[in-house]
């Protein structure tokens, strides 16, 4: 079974830190993805990459920054966290098929609480 | 322009009735994926479907169906004598064919089945 790895499932940070969340996937998948989900507005990209040290900015990258180093590991960075990014986190891993993603596997979640 | 549209925020069924989730997509490639997924409270999205821009074909899977018509750009699912288990948020997503591509997500049906 595909595994797909969040550091944490509940995180309570102070505003201004700078906040490290961690994804590791297993399946050595070239694409991987950090939303965010808010009540109301879905899924929102943040960040993907589809190779290692590649990464693009999704429709909200703003005060978020990305690390792959790694293949099987996406680290999504809060350079000065904010009570706005007060969310759920959710990473996925997905395999490509060609030029295709097929479906994507998600890690349990991280909700993140910024004070 | 949202590519995804999920236009029913919240359903209410009562036990056994059947109910339609629609979703409504939007692309200019000829080949792409559409998906199904589901949250159920805990939170991780579980992959339900995925279907090929080339297959129209009707799923079935136990109570579950899916209604696929490029003619309308829409993917519906349809639960059969809906149980309380599928009290969840179910989202709709797209996958296009471009190499670095991302996932589009609809906003998202929260299903609450009445005992």
């Known amino acids: 079974d595909v595994k797909v790895t969040q550091s944490s499932r509940y995180l309570v940070k102070r505003t201004g830190e700078k906040v490290f969340l961690e994804c590791v996937q297993d399946m050595d998948h070239e694409n991987m993805f950090w939303y965010r989900q808010d009540p109301g507005l879905g899924l929102r990209l943040i960040y993907f990459s589809y190779d290692v040290k590649m990464k693009e900015k999704g429709d909200i990258p703003e005060g978020y920054s990305v690390s792959r180093e790694k293949k099987e590991r996406f680290s999504l960075i809060l350079e000065s966290a904010s009570t706005n990014q007060t969310s759920m986190y959710l990473c996925a891993s997905s395999p490509s098929e060609g030029q295709m993603n097929t479906e994507a596997f998600f890690g349990q979640g991280t909700r993140l609480t910024v004070v | 322009a949202q590519k995804v549209t999920q236009a029913q925020t919240e359903i209410s069924v009562v036990e056994k009735e059947d109910v339609t989730l629609d979703c409504v997509y939007e692309t200019r490639d000829t080949t792409y994926y559409l998906f199904w997924y589901k949250q159920p409270p805990s939170g991780e999205l579980v992959f339900l479907i995925r279907?090929?821009?080339?297959?129209?074909q009707n799923e079935i899977s136990g109570r579950y169906s899916w209604n696929f018509q490029k003619s309308t750009s829409s993917f519906n699912f349809t639960i059969t004598a809906s149980q309380v288990v599928d009290s969840a948020v179910y989202f709709c997503a797209l996958s296009e064919r471009v190499r670095g591509n991302q996932f589009y997500f609809g906003t998202g049906t929260s299903l609450t089945v009445i005992p």
């Open positions: 279907r090929n821009s080339f297959d129209e």
